[in-house]
């Protein structure tokens, strides 16, 4: 989850630091990995993956509703990778225990919550299932393609819930939280941090977004729906927080450009379209200062065609501040190490890359 870096504030390109591209995930013959999404929690930063075996090429995909041949039904499963602060080293991946059989896109965030003696930090991770049907091919009357989430204060011991209850209540075809991004946030209506996951929801051929909060990984709140489609089509959004806004960032299916908008508890702001150059990927919101500064930078692909040319990218000046290793730059999340060093990890000839920004 990306966290507020004030030293972007002066950021003098001269200045950062790059570390040389990491390779923490390799491919294999049978295996690709995909959809990083990262968290520190207790001191400890993990990162959560997809494991993807190649697809088979006998199954007709389109046919079932998937967006393209890796995704579910595709037998993914979930990794996760533990980094090690004090010697900078990634462990090696770990299968998550308790998911269904197949299950893939991650986002997770880490929240504070009351302790007996002091607040105390669980981790609330949404992810979809699905063994018959993609995303495409799920429907409320049928197979659906399953929205889960787990909490818990240690990845090693989440609790394991299938969100039946986004399709009872919204009465939906399709829900999925997407990927990689979500928030904490302090919710003037809860004594705790909330966990705010983006989902898209599918009814028919209509796709709008929703908000939905989570506290203690029940969910409390599910926001109106985002974007009507006159914008475009919705899919992966980015969040971040602002003072008392969630700041959104959405990518549109097959159109480039992005829509953004700002939520708080009196509803959501009109959205805008940039034509920032995107190909249609997921991306990472930073904020760039101070919490309240309300500017943020965006981490993504910065091509119109391909996924590509990864930057970090001032939205409001529309401009570059940092360029990342050449070559593929595909879905990405960020997270802070310390006060001085950003971690960006991004996808990369089917494997998982990791860069650091020292200011």
């Not at 919550?113 to 091919?137: H, M, N, R």
């Not at 011991?157 to 986004?166: G, N, Q, S, W």
């Not at 985002?226 to 960032?249: M, P």
Request: glycine share 8%; with cysteine; net charge negative.
């Amino acid at each position: 989850m990306p966290q507020p870096y004030a030293g972007w504030k002066a950021l003098d390109l001269a200045s950062v630091n790059t570390q040389a591209a990491q390779l923490i995930l390799a491919p294999t013959k049978s295996l690709d990995y995909r959809i990083p999404a990262l968290a520190r929690l207790n001191g400890e930063l993990l990162l959560f993956a997809d494991a993807r075996p190649q697809p088979d090429e006998a199954l007709d995909w389109q046919r079932i509703g998937g967006a393209m041949a890796a995704d579910l039904p595709n037998p993914n499963y979930l990794v996760y990778l533990r980094f090690h602060l004090a010697t900078r080293a990634w462990g090696k991946p770990v299968r998550l225990s308790g998911t269904p059989a197949a299950c893939g896109d991650a986002a997770t965030v880490v929240t504070r919550v009351s302790g007996k003696a002091q607040p105390k930090e669980l981790l609330t991770l949404c992810y979809a299932a699905s063994k018959k049907v993609g995303y495409f091919g799920s429907s409320y009357t049928g197979d659906r393609l399953e929205a889960w989430v787990a909490c818990g204060e240690d990845v090693g011991a989440l609790k394991h819930r299938r969100l039946d209850e986004i399709y009872e209540r919204l009465h939906c075809d399709a829900a999925f939280a997407t990927s990689g991004s979500a928030v904490a946030y302090p919710h003037p209506e809860f004594a705790e941090e909330l966990a705010v996951f983006p989902f898209v929801i599918r009814v028919g051929e209509e796709t709008h977004l929703r908000l939905v909060f989570f506290l203690r990984g029940e969910i409390v709140q599910i926001s109106e729906p985002i974007a009507d489609g006159s914008l475009g089509r919705v899919d992966e959004t980015a969040l971040v927080v602002d003072g008392e806004d969630i700041v959104l960032s959405i990518r549109r299916q097959h159109e480039g450009g992005r829509m953004w908008g700002r939520w708080n508890p009196r509803g959501i702001s009109a959205l805008s379209l940039d034509n920032a150059a995107d190909p249609g990927c997921n991306a990472c919101l930073i904020q760039l200062g101070s919490p309240g500064d309300s500017r943020v930078a965006l981490i993504h692909p910065h091509h119109g065609l391909a996924r590509e040319n990864g930057v970090v990218w001032d939205v409001e000046k529309q401009r570059v501040l940092h360029q990342f290793s050449a070559g593929e730059f595909g879905y990405s999340d960020s997270v802070r190490i310390d006060e001085h060093t950003l971690l960006v990890v991004f996808e990369r000839d089917g494997g998982l890359v990791a860069e650091t920004l020292a200011l």
